[in-house]
């Protein structure tokens, strides 16, 4: 029943660093893994980051690992991308992905709750 909203999008410079935001209603998410995932053209949505429900655990893609950090306030009901060094690469529609479950999961087909996603282009 949880709602998602993704905001900060839009187009920046390669290794510029943009903030997303996703902000869920319906419901707490304080006990929910929250992901984020991403999707080109024709490609699969594919797996971006994810973490627990404390924060305090966080997985990522390799192709992402040290550049860009999940982060979550459950007292704001909100979940954070922070994407720094970024490439034309990058360039995506991300979504926010949320599941109620302990255990994280890089697996698209197991996050049950989906934000309308929002793009970020990186010009090079």
């Known amino acids: 029943q949880v709602q998602l909203v993704e905001s900060g999008g839009g187009l920046v410079q390669a290794g510029d660093s943009v903030r997303l935001s996703c902000a869920a209603s319906?419901?707490?998410?304080?006990?929910?893994?929250m992901a984020w995932f991403r999707q080109a053209p024709g490609k699969e949505r594919e797996f971006v980051a994810a973490?627990?429900?404390?924060?305090?655990?966080?997985i990522y893609a390799d192709s992402v690992k040290g550049r860009f950090s999940i982060s979550r306030n459950n007292a704001n009901n909100t979940v954070s991308l922070q994407m720094n060094s970024l490439k034309p690469e990058d360039t995506r529609v991300y979504y926010c992905a949320a599941r109620a479950s302990t255990v994280l999961s890089r697996l698209r087909g197991l996050y049950g709750n989906w934000g309308q996603g929002t793009q970020v282009t990186i010009s090079s």
């Open positions: 973490i627990n429900w404390s924060g305090a655990t966080t």
């Open positions: 319906g419901r707490s998410i304080s006990t929910y893994v």
